[in-house]
């Protein structure tokens, strides 16, 4: 019984640092107005406005509130420390793509979202280090919700605690033949 309570609790462990990413959800503004330059603790590009009502297909992926933005110079955001960049959610027309830098230089762009009313995850598709994100969109046919990101320190968290998947499922599969073992010692 030990070992299945150690299985147990390492699990947890493992999934907790899955759980420690931010998302900027947007719920706390109302109406519509211009963004903050520094909302959240990012900086963002001028042109960003969040909106609350119902407009489809521009659907917020959580809440009601999301952001859109009709100036193309200005579709940034930056963090003000290194982050991993998850991604965020898209809806609309058209499509997006995220080019990522860092200190200046492009290091990464995501593949291209197909936007439908139906909001979906654009993932960065990059596990380094950036500070600055940059959006490829056809500006007013989108809009960007749940931002997600990690933080330096997290990263490294997660990477040094968390196992790969195959691992996971493994592990999972070894609890599930545990689990059946110990019930037909009892019975």
């Known amino acids: 019984m030990r070992l299945l309570n150690k299985l147990l609790a390492t699990s947890v462990l493992a ?20 963004l903050a330059s520094n909302y959240a603790g990012l ?16 659907n917020a992926s959580s809440g009601h509130t999301r952001l859109y933005n009709y100036n193309p110079a200005k579709d940034f955001f930056k963090f003000s420390n290194d982050v991993i960049f998850d991604g965020a ?11 990522l830098y860092n200190d200046g230089q492009l290091v990464h762009t995501s593949s291209t979202l197909g936007l439908s009313s ?5 993932s960065s598709g990059y596990g380094g280090m950036i500070d600055e994100v940059r959006l490829l969109a056809n500006n007013g ?7 997600t990101y990690h933080s330096a320190a997290v990263a490294r ?11 996971l ?19």
Do not use: C
């Not at 907790?16 to 109406?31: K, P, Q, R, S």
């Not at 900086?43 to 521009?58: A, E, K, L, V």
């Not at 139906?118 to 654009?122: A, H, W």
């Open 15 to 34: 999934f907790a640092g899955l759980a420690n990413a931010t998302v900027v959800t947007f719920e706390d503004l109302h109406g519509q107005s211009a």
């Open 43 to 58: 900086t963002w590009g001028n042109g960003w406005t969040y909106y609350d009502w119902s407009q489809s297909p521009y």
């Open 89 to 99: 959610f898209f809806a609309g027309y058209d499509g997006a793509t995220f080019q």
């Open 118 to 122: 139906t909001p979906t995850f654009l």
């Open 141 to 147: 046919s989108f809009v960007m919700d749940d931002v």
């Open 157 to 167: 968290d997660v990477a040094n605690a968390v196992p790969e998947p195959s691992s």
């Open 169 to 187: 499922a493994l592990m999972g599969l070894g609890l599930v033949g545990l689990i059946a073992a110990r019930r037909r010692v009892k019975a």
